[in-house]
């Protein structure tokens, strides 16, 4: 019996989206398939003190070795995979649908003289066409009574059919219209098979003849003046539309094939397949592969096609779909021509319900990924493995329990921002994580930038030593003062300071030699010289040391240097999100927003009354005082502050000429379109 704690998924592993789990055992079969609307709640409940469980339920997870789940968009499609899960794997513990009488589908008998759509259940029949499965009895009579508007197909059962032959009469469908009425001869059987494989074809997802089609005669009645005709018409394509909405099938035309998505990084990529065969997914597969060469998407999507193929224990669908084109594309659709001995289409889906599905592969495989660095960040062994492998790679006297790493972030010398982000044992201490502007200089500096970023940290640091008695504080340099929350000098719940309290023991800054050498001098310029620095290059992933000419290289299987990596990438994120939200507060802000002691509502009021900046800047003091909320003092204060600016240049339309009196005296700026040329974002 194993002990269901040893293989629970570490908190926040566990997305909280739609999806389908798997229970395995020690041997790695199947012995559970579920499906939820949310899986962390779902799977978490089975993690719970076993005698709070059903004993059905507790022998299932004692039983159990591992745990797996799929991602999906929809609870529709959680219950379309379970079913197609439960029935490849028959699932021991799933009892209740072993007799595979849980999902109804919809069936059209074509094997009979006179068709009949009904709903079937177990197992299929030769000779009759089967769509579906569906999640309830219900859904398959709704879709059938909106389809019938259209395919009057006979639904009644053979008793009944049989009866109103005798007496000449046809049932109530006949008579409403949802029904042919082959039974007293209004259609031949030739015409009601005609309407059944009618039906069948717009189930199978070929909808647009027939959508076209009638709104065609819907608008030939309109032009002759038959309304009638044409307001049914109209309500039979209503219905249509709503069928198709209703009919949940993964991909029309039972479509065989593929569907390979790639998540990556640096160091990783995670591959998902989807196996889609007759319009469901019969399968999924995927794997996490260390990036051992500089590989692009292309690279990686091509050497997943070979491991997936190239062993000749999978089949070659018609089509497979990926996310980018092996370069060039030629030799690799012919090898998978030639194993399948016929034509593939190797493309990337462009839109429709191939897309939609490409983007569920798509989410399956960043899901993979995250999962894979939570399992490695999260393990214990391995935590303390990297940072063993960090002390032995940077000879330090122990390992680095507190790691801080440094980032500079500008968009071409503009809103220029550092981040500081700290890991303690490994793993990110999210509370800990402080932004910086630089202040001490205008431009693109990132090296100086660096130099005041651990000079400010540094600094306060010492300043909280100073209450000690053990560390004197260098004075501090005009315009190098910390800004943001790190500077309002308040202290935690215990009474001590959350900033910059407690020192690391390894610094690690996002650069090679230069912004070493800066950091370096900053920690020197202060006295410190218990702090281990290195920094880290993006491009090789090397390891710089100060004063150091040559880098020390850890291996690419190296745990250390993947917690390396993760500690730069995060500071990287956290200061590219700070510069960005900068820099769309600058390029969205007005000259009423510096206006000192004007708020938002009172803005909102001045621009409101007087309609646009031009009139708000003529306006005399008296004018201001008479908006609601404007007081006298502010409205000195606001009549001053836009005397004092030069307004702006007019508007111009560029296709006419023409200047535009109040162009340039709008309330507020748009936000600026994407830039159409590319601009370098400089982490």
Same mark, same amino acid.
């Given at each position: ?27 790695? #079969? ?13 799977? %978490? ?11 059905? $339920? ?27 899960? &439960? ?125 076209? #089609? ?79 060469? =500089?590989?692009? $998407? ?38 998978? %021509? ?110 100086? %930038? ?5 000079? #400010? ?10 209450? $000690? ?13 910390? =800004? ?35 950091? *370096?001098?900053?920690? =020197? ?13 993006? #491009? ?8 150091? =000419? ?7 299987? %190296? ?16 200061? &590219? ?8 507060? *600058? ?58 600016? @030069? ?6 339309? @560029?296709? @006419? ?18 830039? @159409? ?7």
């Amino acid at each position: 019996m194993a002990d269901p704690s040893t293989y629970r998924p570490a908190p926040g592993a566990i997305p909280a989206s739609p999806g389908v789990y798997k229970f395995r055992d020690a041997h790695g #079969r199947v012995i559970y398939v579920g499906k939820a609307k949310s899986l962390r709640p779902r799977l %978490s409940s089975y993690f719970q003190d076993l005698a709070g469980l059903h004993p059905r $339920t507790a022998t299932m997870v004692t039983t159990a070795a591992s745990v797996e789940w799929t991602v999906v968009a929809t609870e529709v499609e959680a219950l379309q995979l379970e079913y197609s899960w &439960i029935k490849e794997f028959d699932p021991r513990f799933n009892v209740k649908y072993r007799d595979d009488k849980s999902y109804p589908e919809l069936a059209v008998t074509l094997n009979e003289e006179y068709p009949r759509v009904q709903v079937m259940r177990g197992a299929h029949k030769k000779g009759v066409r089967y769509f579906g499965p569906y999640g309830h009895a219900w859904a398959i009579r709704e879709t059938v009574d909106l389809l019938l508007r259209v395919f009057p197909v006979r639904t009644c059962s053979n008793g009944v059919f049989k009866r109103a032959r005798q007496v000449g009469r046809p049932c109530l469908l006949g008579y409403i219209g949802k029904c042919a009425a082959p039974c007293v001869g209004r259609v031949s059987a030739e015409e009601h098979r005609a309407l059944a494989e009618d039906f069948c074809d717009f189930m199978a997802g070929r909808t647009g003849n027939y959508l076209r #089609r009638l709104e065609t005669e819907m608008q030939e009645a309109a032009a002759d003046l038959e309304y009638e005709k044409a307001a049914r018409l109209r309500d039979d394509i209503g219905a249509l539309k709503r069928a198709m909405e209703k009919n949940a099938i993964v991909l029309a035309d039972a479509t065989d094939a593929d569907l390979l998505a790639v998540a990556e990084d640096e160091l990783e990529a995670a591959v998902q397949i989807f196996h889609v065969r007759g319009g469901r997914v019969r399968g999924q597969r995927g794997w996490v592969t260390d990036k051992v060469e =500089d590989v692009d $998407t292309a690279g990686l999507v091509e050497h997943a096609l070979q491991q997936l193929y190239g062993g000749g224990s999978e089949s070659v669908p018609r089509e497979v779909l990926v996310p980018a084109l092996p370069e060039p594309v030629e030799p690799v659709r012919d090898w998978l %021509s030639g194993l399948r001995g016929a034509q593939v289409d190797l493309r990337i889906p462009q839109r429709g319900d191939k897309k939609d599905l490409m983007a569920t592969v798509q989410r399956n495989a960043q899901q993979a990924l995250a999962l894979h660095k939570t399992k490695r960040a999260s393990d214990l062994t391995t935590r303390s493995r990297a940072l063993q492998e960090i002390a032995d790679a940077l000879e330090l006297d122990s390992v680095p329990l507190r790691i801080e790493c440094f980032d500079i972030s500008h968009l071409q010398g503009e809103d220029v921002v550092a981040s500081m982000v700290v890991f303690e044992d490994g793993l990110a201490r999210k509370s800990e994580y402080r932004r910086f502007q630089i202040k001490g200089f205008e431009g693109q500096d990132d090296v100086r %930038s660096m130099h005041e970023v651990i000079s #400010r940290r540094f600094r306060r640091y010492l300043q909280e030593r100073e209450q $000690t008695g053990e560390w004197a504080v260098p004075e501090e340099p005009e315009g190098a003062e910390a =800004d943001g929350p790190e500077a309002d000098g308040r202290l935690g719940e215990d009474g001590r300071p959350k900033r910059f309290a407690y020192p690391p023991q390894l610094l690690v800054v996002d650069g090679g030699q230069p912004q070493v050498a800066a950091a *370096r001098r900053a920690l =020197d310029e202060l006295g410190i010289d218990d702090v281990a620095l290195c920094g880290l290059a993006k #491009r090789l992933e090397e390891v710089w040391l100060p004063g150091e =000419d040559d880098p020390v290289v850890l291996p690419r299987s %190296s745990e250390g240097l993947y917690l390396l990596q993760r500690v730069r990438d995060e500071a990287h994120r956290f200061a &590219i999100t700070y510069q960005r939200g900068k820099r769309s507060k *600058r390029l969205t802000a007005g000259e009423l927003d510096s206006v000192p002691g004007l708020g938002e509502t009172r803005r909102q009021a001045l621009l409101k009354h007087f309609g646009s900046l031009k009139k708000l800047r003529a306006a005399t003091v008296d004018e201001l005082c008479a908006v609601p909320g404007i007081g006298r003092r502010t409205a000195e204060t606001v009549a001053a502050a836009l005397s004092s600016r @030069t307004p702006a240049a007019p508007a111009v339309n @560029t296709a @006419t000429g023409e200047i535009i009196e109040d162009g340039a005296d709008e309330p507020a700026p748009a936000a600026p379109e994407p830039e @159409t040329a590319p601009i370098q974002e400089t982490q």
